[in-house]
């Protein structure tokens, strides 16, 4: 874990410059067509949220990114769903840093090595300079999860949540 002083030093320096070269907007529409694809197959809702850095107050007040990802969960309605199955994927690009938080719905079905493994899978990627392997992966992964929980056998279901990921 790394300490306050590492964690103030990264969110100062890294992030800043590299979110738009990492996810430029060719890579947000491939993103965007994935999680559209995707949530055909399921009862799901996906949202991606990339955020550079976190300010140094917050990070002296000790927010850290587990706890940033829920709150970016709430203030993007991903928990609001029909069915209780909404699924934020959040990187923290300043810490290296990606957590995905699970409507209560698909929390009960899912366990967190599960989730803890897509988020590994993006980290290699990503640290291997593959931003859109890694992206992609995380989504592809997230959508099967959620077809084999909350399948939607082939019904149309209404779109609740915007499929475009956020940048912050």
Known sequence: MPTRAQRITANLFEGLFQLHRRFPPELLDDMTA????????????????????????????????STRARQVFGQLDVWDTEHNCGVLIYVL???????????????KHVKPEEWRAICEGMRENFAAGQWRAGALHGITQVHALLAKHFPSHGKPRPDELPDRPVLL
């Open 93 to 107: 690009m300043s810490e290296h840093r990606i957590e995905i938080v699970a409507d209560r719905g698909i929390a």
């Open 34 to 65: 994935a999680i559209a694809d995707g949530e055909h197959t399921h009862l799901g809702e996906v949202r991606f949220a990339i955020e550079s850095r976190l300010s140094i107050p917050v990070v002296w007040a000790g927010l850290d990114a």
